[in-house]
């Protein structure tokens, strides 16, 4: 069981990736506020990484925000820059 909540995870974290990283007129819309949809992903990756790898939970804890803290920081680092030309 635990080998499917490492695909779903690595999935999940790619798709993530994916959507973060595209430009935003390619990025899925959905009603819900963008707060919310940031803390379900989060959630949900952290939830299948750590029944994926149940003996590495406070590593996968801290990978998981070291991660996605770099995913959210990466393109306001890109924007502000393009913006200050």
């Known amino acids: 069981m ?3 909540f490492r695909w779903m ?3 999940l974290l790619g798709a993530v990736a994916v959507f973060t990283l595209c430009p935003i007129a390619l ?3 959905t009603s819900a506020p963008a707060d919310l ?3 379900l992903a989060f959630a949900l990756i952290g939830g ?7 003996k590495h939970r406070l590593a996968v804890v801290l990978s998981v925000i070291g991660l996605m803290g770099l995913l959210e920081a990466r393109p306001r ?3 502000s820059s393009s913006m200050s030309r």
């Open 48 to 54: 299948a990484f750590c029944l994926g790898y149940p």
């Open 77 to 79: 680092s890109r924007n």
């Open 27 to 29: 990025r899925p819309l």
């Open 9 to 11: 995870a690595w999935l």
């Open 2 to 4: 635990s080998v499917i």
């Open 37 to 39: 949809e940031r803390a």
